[in-house]
């Protein structure tokens, strides 16, 4: 009897040990892409180096997908009416872009400037700087150039948000913010599931913004950041159109080396938070 009381004893100890039993965690996987690794092609390569540069950041434009990319246009660059099969987001790096009707006056829109462009709708694209970059998001594909003659009416509307025009704040459902001077404001999505907002990172920060959920992608607008590893072994030089993404929760270290403000964009998937080294 007392040999069957051992012997039940060790099982419920085992079964025990079993149940509490903690996988080890898996350290989240983080992709850093810098503005200087990005290989470049062309947004139609049929039309070679007369259609605009572009670059996949995350995503690929030729498939049904979403994706994120760059695209950079000449000094004087200016598109022959079109339409696209689906609706693109736009963010303006360098330069002044227009992009409205055909025969809207021009409104140049200088770098942190924000428009959407719905399926369907016949429009233009200039550019007017010597050096002009976007960031491109489309949340379906593949991203097709198609004539104006097949226009149609998806139901959405066209936004042109001047970056002069644009509200930004100290803390909202997007974000918790707990550091000095930092602010953000809302571009487009539901906070439920994806959205897309900007955040403004003052002089001198160093802190972090930390991720809690399956979606987090970051490209750097103005300005520029240094980019810490978690093992702090390594730091990298994140100018405008850099990138950095994780697909778990993950705190993402970074410093403002630029001489003003920076801002990033950010896509995610769940509230994030910013934080100074005094609030971390």
Same mark, same amino acid.
């Given at each position: 009897?007392?040999?069957?009381?051992?012997?039940?004893?060790?099982?419920?100890?085992?079964?025990?040990?079993?149940?509490?039993?903690?996988?080890?965690?898996v350290q989240?996987?983080?992709?850093?892409?810098?503005?200087?690794?990005?290989?470049?092609?062309?947004?139609?390569?049929?039309?070679?180096?007369?259609?605009?540069?572009?670059?996949?950041?995350?995503?690929?434009?030729?498939?049904?997908?979403a994706?994120?990319?760059?695209?950079?246009?000449?000094?004087g660059?200016?598109?022959?009416?079109?339409?696209?099969?689906?609706?693109?987001r736009g963010?303006?790096i360098?330069?002044?872009?227009?992009?409205d009707?055909?025969?809207?006056?021009?409104?140049?829109?200088?770098?942190?400037?924000?428009?959407?462009?719905?399926?369907?709708?016949?429009?233009?694209?200039?550019?007017n700087?010597?050096?002009?970059?976007?960031?491109?998001?489309?949340?379906?594909?593949?991203?097709?150039?198609?004539?104006?003659k097949?226009?149609?009416?998806?139901?959405?509307?066209?936004?042109?948000?001047?970056?002069?025009?644009?509200?930004?704040?100290?803390? &909202? #459902?997007?974000?918790? *913010?707990?550091?000095?001077?930092? %602010?953000?404001? =809302?571009?487009w999505? $539901?906070?439920? @599931?994806?959205?897309?907002?900007?955040?403004?990172?003052?002089?001198?920060?160093?802190?972090?913004?930390?991720?809690?959920?399956?979606?987090?992608?970051?490209?750097?607008?103005?300005?520029?950041?240094?980019?810490?590893?978690?093992?702090?072994?390594?730091?990298?030089?994140?100018?405008?159109?850099?990138?950095?993404?994780?697909?778990?929760?993950?705190?993402?270290?970074?410093?403002?080396? &630029? #001489?003003?403000?920076? *801002?990033?964009?950010?896509?995610? %998937?769940?509230? =994030?938070?910013?934080? $100074?080294?005094? @609030?971390?």
């Amino acid at each position: 009897m007392k040999h069957l009381k051992l012997a039940k004893l060790t099982i419920a100890s085992l079964l025990v040990s079993a149940s509490v039993y903690i996988a080890p965690s898996v350290q989240a996987e983080t992709k850093v892409t810098t503005a200087e690794d990005i290989n470049w092609g062309y947004l139609n390569p049929a039309r070679g180096d007369k259609s605009p540069g572009a670059a996949d950041l995350w995503g690929d434009r030729t498939k049904d997908t979403a994706t994120g990319m760059l695209v950079r246009f000449n000094k004087g660059f200016e598109s022959p009416p079109h339409i696209h099969n689906i609706t693109y987001r736009g963010i303006v790096i360098k330069g002044e872009m227009h992009n409205d009707d055909p025969n809207a006056a021009k409104m140049w829109m200088p770098t942190g400037s924000f428009w959407t462009q719905p399926a369907g709708e016949d429009h233009t694209t200039a550019a007017n700087d010597k050096t002009n970059l976007i960031y491109l998001e489309i949340d379906e594909g593949p991203y097709l150039v198609q004539p104006s003659k097949e226009h149609f009416d998806n139901g959405e509307r066209p936004v042109n948000l001047h970056v002069d025009n644009m509200v930004w704040l100290q803390e &909202s #459902d997007l974000v918790n *913010i707990a550091a000095n001077d930092v %602010s953000a404001t =809302y571009l487009w999505g $539901d906070t439920n @599931s994806v959205y897309g907002t900007l955040v403004k990172l003052p002089k001198g920060f160093e802190g972090s913004i930390t991720s809690s959920g399956d979606e987090f992608k970051a490209v750097v607008i103005q300005g520029s950041l240094s980019y810490i590893d978690e093992n702090k072994s390594n730091a990298r030089t994140l100018n405008a159109g850099s990138y950095v993404a994780s697909s778990t929760p993950a705190k993402h270290r970074l410093r403002n080396i &630029s #001489d003003d403000e920076t *801002i990033v964009y950010v896509r995610a %998937s769940s509230k =994030y938070q910013v934080n $100074d080294l005094v @609030s971390r």
